[in-house]
């Protein structure tokens, strides 16, 4: 399994999921099962769904990434915050 899953949407994912928990287990519902799910795809880093769509969310870590480290503030000597 490769990872398809970023870090922004691992982060999301996991929010979702813990909201999902705890609304289902106050109204004592099953949406505490669902709540599971992007639980456990954010912490393995891949979502079955992703792989059948071809949506791969780590591309934008890698081009945030790429873009510190060779990008424009690199070229002109800058920092981002001044």
């Known amino acids: 399994m490769k990872a398809n ?27 505490s099962l669902i709540g599971f799910v992007p639980i456990l795809s ?3 880093g891949f979502c079955p769904l992703y792989a059948l769509l071809r949506i791969d969310t780590t591309e934008c870590d890698r081009h945030e990434h790429r873009m510190r480290s060779d990008g424009w503030f690199a070229r ?7």
């Open 42 to 44: 954010s912490i393995a």
């Open 5 to 31: 899953v970023g870090s922004y949407d691992c982060a999301v994912r996991f929010v979702a999921g813990c909201l999902a928990l705890l609304v289902g287990h106050h109204y004592f519902s099953w949406w």
């Open 76 to 82: 002109t000597g800058r920092t981002p915050r001044g």
